[in-house]
């Protein structure tokens, strides 16, 4: 207060002291009923009645320092945020658990299913409940209503979330892989066990670095993001080491596994039209209106599922995981004022949607892996025809006699 009345005797002597101080006094109160603090002055913010809470208002030392500073520009949202939060994410932990642990336990101990290429839909599982396991991490803080775990519980929070990220991406591409090579090349396109599991070896392989050099601010970091209950990669800071980071990171953990992704399934789906094409053209040649009276039940429902399975896995990776990586994009690259806090939670959000319907779309979608849960648990009511019996059956019809003429 005095800097301000020396400062403004000097510059307008004319003023009265009476009006300086009105204006002293006028603009001290404004400073100091202020809802918008900025970073550097979020310590100093009065605690009294009217004060706005903002976020990051108690943390210290490391906390506080993991923490961006844009961040700490926005007032801290309501309880009933971090609430229905927290409720969102006990469910998607149950279902996923639930869903994924079941693949896992029905895929693990069934012989006839422990083929080379579901080792990779069981691979896919492991990363799905990996991705769900660090869960009670960000609906702890959520309770807490804020950074509880603190930095250690940053760095396991994002490294799994890491591994299982850009893990689950690639196996996707695998995936694809498998099924493409063994659809265009049903001959000899199967992949043996010992291929598949180099490529579950590479996946990991290929998600260590860029879960390890975070951790080990090699390059990059590990820092909290929206509500400050959920950590990932910074994308925040103003320097050309996290901008290359963020645009290395986004072209190998989602450029690369979108586009096998969508180049695979593509081939896929251009295969089963062109057989599609093929049985046409063959039933004009032979004056037939259709081949598929020709053809059984299980393969022309075995290519409508193929065709749908495409569809939807591309849907569902483009979906779940473009958010976050423009998020990033525009963190490291656009306007930061766009990225509040609560929008920042929805691409958060949509990464953990797609690891409770993995299990539904990879496996409980596949024919042997229902048959074993029927087999298993009679309760859940699947109908699901069995394969050696409609073999059997096929066999003892067309081995039978004729019968005798009338």
């Not at 001959?187 to 670095?209: E, H, N, Q």
Request: charged share 15%.
């Amino acid at each position: 207060k005095s800097c301000y009345i020396l400062y403004i005797n000097h510059c307008t002597p004319a003023l009265s002291q009476q009006s300086v101080s009105e204006w002293v006094h006028q603009r001290t109160t404004e400073l100091r009923t202020h809802r918008n603090y900025g970073a550097h002055f979020a310590a100093f913010k009065s605690s009294g009645a009217g004060a706005v809470e903002m976020l990051g208002d108690g943390l210290s030392g490391d906390d506080l320092a993991a923490v961006p500073e844009h961040w700490l520009t926005f007032p801290a949202p309501p309880a009933s945020a971090h609430t229905a939060l927290a409720l969102l994410y006990i469910f998607f932990t149950a279902a996923a658990l639930l869903g994924n642990g079941l693949v896992i336990f029905v895929f693990s101990t069934t012989k006839s299913l422990r083929t080379s290429s579901n080792l990779l839909i069981l691979q896919l599982a492991i990363l799905d409940f990996i991705m769900m396991a660090k869960a009670p991490i960000f609906i702890y803080n959520s309770a807490m209503r804020g950074f509880a775990t603190g930095t250690i519980g940053c760095q396991i929070f994002s490294v799994m979330g890491a591994y299982s990220g850009i893990g689950a991406g690639m196996t996707n591409a695998c995936i694809a892989y498998d099924r493409h090579s063994t659809i265009t090349r049903p001959l000899d396109g199967r992949l043996s066990k010992g291929k598949v599991l180099l490529m579950m070896a590479f996946v990991w392989i290929y998600c260590t670095p860029w879960a390890l050099l975070p951790l080990l601010k090699i390059w990059g970091r590990y820092v909290p993001e929206g509500y400050l209950t959920s950590c990932t990669f910074d994308y925040l800071t103003n320097t050309f080491d996290t901008k290359l980071f963020v645009a290395c990171i986004f072209v190998c953990s989602y450029v690369f596994p979108m586009s096998m992704i969508i180049y695979f399934y593509s081939g896929i789906v251009k295969q089963v039209f062109a057989h599609e094409a093929a049985l046409r053209e063959q039933a004009k040649k032979m004056n037939v209106e259709s081949l598929r009276a020709n053809q059984s039940g299980a393969s022309q429902s075995a290519e409508i599922r193929i065709a749908k399975a495409a569809l939807t896995v591309c849907f569902l990776f483009v979906a779940s995981w473009t958010p976050y990586g423009v998020m990033a994009l525009i963190g490291a690259f656009g306007d930061q004022q766009l990225l509040t806090p609560g929008v920042t939670m929805i691409p958060a959000v949509a990464c953990k949607a797609v690891a409770c319907i993995d299990p539904w779309v990879y496996a409980i979608s596949h024919p042997k892996y229902r048959q074993e849960l029927q087999r298993r648990m009679p309760w859940l009511q699947i109908n699901e025809p069995d394969d050696t019996t409609s073999t059997a059956t096929s066999n003892t019809v067309s081995s039978a006699p004729p019968a005798a003429p009338a």
